[in-house]
């Protein structure tokens, strides 16, 4: 089950920017998984994922992907972006249909 917590604006330390959307993913009663992120400006015209985290004994059990999907679909009219500090994920955002930026960002563009 993925929720959307409305109303609510996590901080994370050293983390200054306005947190619009905040995803939590839960299984057999526990958070498992969450993403946060926010639309970058009126005119800016796209939406950063700043943080996706699974918890280490939920990875590879489709949290991740269930976070990401459900912000794609919340967000279909405009580009997604979100860095993959970890190289070894990117061909996991490519199969979500993600392609790589020249400075590592990964990026989803909009459907034409």
Do not use: N
Not at 7 to 15: K, V
Not at 87 to 99: D, Q, T
Request: aromatic residues 8%; negative net charge.
């Amino acid at each position: 089950m993925i929720e959307d917590v409305e109303g609510e604006t996590p901080r994370l330390e050293g983390d200054v920017r306005p947190t619009q959307f905040f995803y939590v993913c839960e299984r057999g009663g526990g958070i498992v998984g969450w993403a946060l992120g926010a639309e970058r400006g009126e005119d800016a015209g796209y939406v950063a994922v700043d943080r996706i985290i699974v918890h280490p004994d939920h990875r590879r059990c489709g949290v991740a992907r269930a976070l990401v999907e459900r912000v794609l679909a919340d967000h279909s009219g405009i580009e997604v972006l979100m860095a993959a500090w970890d190289p070894e994920l990117v061909p996991f955002y490519e199969s979500l249909g993600f392609r790589e930026l020249e400075d590592g960002t990964m990026s989803k563009p909009p459907p034409h």
